[in-house]
């Protein structure tokens, strides 16, 4: 007998099950104690340098256990996390998650699914969870829809089912490469730089993507951008898509969505809109009119990690007209031939319309985030952050050391730190060392940006576990730090 007939195959199921069950449930514990006691914690917390040490570990060759492994992520990894789900984390625009969804990526990954549109429960899943979000967005029901992970993915497809429609797979390599190379594409100077990176992957360049003005409050200038595409024709260039912004990244702008569909209609051109965290404006009371414009959208890009509370990552790219979007990314492929019978049968629909063949199950998470939530406690979380936004401007409008920046819109506000005997360059000096002393010290996660030219901190709020005591204590931290830090002004104030 040689060897191979002897020794039993190996798996790397565990060898006792139950041993393992009492490490998983200790896991679904520590990771609910961490959930329920965030707001003990700081905010936010550098990783110290032993810990880095520590996480450069050579390669491991032999098994060192689950036991071992999870030991180091207790140690070394969940004590220092971003901090976005703390209950004063507002930077740029980031997700809180929930219990819920935790639990749903849990059951995903058991699973391990690839949802690709077989015959299976999770294709289904997928398919109702899609619908269920074009009803919350009132998104017309024949749309295609896909998840991916997130707006910068959904704004690549998109764009290019935009760029599809206008080019003919009948073409030539030439004509399609003159073609491509007359597109323009157009959207606001607030645009996010995933729109620029679309640009670029699809072989239509950054400098084919016109950024027109925006009037003062950060929204597109319609009149600017119809004279912009009247010069790129008169200039025998192509314009082909406009991207509309639902919530822009700086200052949660809303761009005029009905005028911009109004006048893609003019022109013939597709509508995408970028609506990243903005779309959810649809559920709230106060700003849903605002937003009504997105139905008439082509296309439609947004996330459900941002503003929607799903964990990372999980976006969505909506397509009005589902044969458009097919045609962008259909295929055929020798080893998927069409069956009607066993597992494969459905075929693999959702490589046709996205980049990938291979997809996870994150649709487990925003379907049962729906259930769970409902519309109804979604749109109220969604109401209280705006609610919140709106609290935050008022304090700031009635605080003479703080300024509003940019005029307030959705949950974005944009405000600083003022002293009437500091100069421009000093504000902004002193500003972006107050943002860094708030995070260092743990005490609240702001952002900055700059508006027409000057620093402003920024509180972008996504997050349903802050209350209105977590932004009385910002203001008042600011407004007790402003003025020591000014103090130091003729000494070197530090801000990289
Ligand atoms: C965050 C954001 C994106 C990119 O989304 P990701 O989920 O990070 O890929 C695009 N547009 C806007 C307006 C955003 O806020």
């Avoid at 597109?220 to 951008?225: R, W």
Wanted: charged share 25%.
């Amino acid at each position: 007998m040689n060897e191979h007939e002897t020794k039993a195959d190996e798996t790397l199921d565990p060898a006792d099950w139950n041993e393992l069950r009492a490490l998983g449930h200790r896991m679904i514990d520590d990771m609910i104690d961490f959930l329920a006691r965030l707001r003990e914690r700081p905010v936010w917390r550098s990783v110290p340098e032993e810990v880095k040490q520590k996480l450069r570990e050579p390669l491991p060759e032999e098994p060192q256990g689950l036991d071992r492994a999870y030991l180091d992520f207790i140690e070394n990894v969940l004590p220092y996390p971003t901090g976005n789900l703390h209950p004063r984390f507002w930077g740029w625009v980031k997700g809180s998650g929930t219990v819920e969804g935790m639990l749903a990526e849990m059951l995903a990954a058991g699973m391990n699914c690839n949802v690709s549109g077989f015959d299976d429960a999770a294709t289904l899943v997928e398919r109702q969870a899609i619908d269920w979000l074009k009803q919350l967005l009132d998104y017309p029901v024949e749309a295609s829809g896909l998840f991916v992970s997130g707006a910068s993915m959904a704004n690549l497809i998109g764009l290019a089912v935009a760029r599809n429609t206008k080019t003919s797979r009948d073409m030539n390599a030439r004509e399609r490469s003159d073609l491509l190379g007359k597109m323009v594409v157009y959207g606001s100077q607030e645009m996010h730089a995933s729109i620029d990176k679309a640009m670029e992957l699809l072989g239509l360049g950054r400098s084919s993507l016109r950024r027109i003005a925006v009037n003062e409050r950060f929204e597109i200038d319609v009149s600017a951008l119809r004279s912009a595409i009247v010069e790129d024709r008169r200039r025998g260039l192509s314009p082909i898509a406009v991207v509309g912004n639902a919530g822009t990244v700086n200052t949660g702008a809303i761009d005029d969505l009905d005028a911009l569909a109004s006048l893609c209609e003019d022109e013939m051109l597709w509508l995408h809109v970028d609506g990243a965290f903005g779309v959810w404006a649809k559920l709230s009371t106060t700003d849903r009119e605002r937003v009504n414009g997105l139905s008439r959208a082509d296309s439609l890009a947004f996330d459900l990690h941002k503003w929607l509370f799903v964990p990372y990552e999980a976006g969505c790219c909506l397509v009005q007209k589902p044969d458009r979007h097919r045609e962008a990314f259909a295929f055929t492929a020798e080893y998927l031939p069409p069956v009607r019978r066993g597992p494969s049968a459905g075929g693999v629909p959702f490589a046709e319309f996205g980049p990938q063949l291979s997809r996870g199950f994150r649709a487990l998470k925003v379907w049962m985030t729906l259930k769970a939530f409902g519309r109804g406690r979604l749109a109220r979380m969604i109401d209280q952050n705006l609610g919140q936004a709106r609290y935050l401007c008022e304090r700031i409008d009635a605080d003479p050391r703080l300024e509003m920046m940019a005029p307030l819109s959705l949950n974005v506000v944009c405000f600083r730190f003022v002293d009437a005997a500091l100069s421009a360059g000093e504000l902004d000096r002193l500003n972006t060392a107050l943002l860094f002393e708030l995070q260092e010290d743990g005490v609240a996660v702001l952002s900055q940006t700059r508006l027409r030219g000057r620093v402003s901190l920024r509180a972008a709020i996504t997050n349903h576990r802050s209350r209105r005591e977590d932004f009385d204590h910002l203001l008042s931290q600011i407004v007790k730090r402003g003025p020591v830090i000014a103090a130091r002004r003729n000494q070197e104030i530090r801000f990289e």
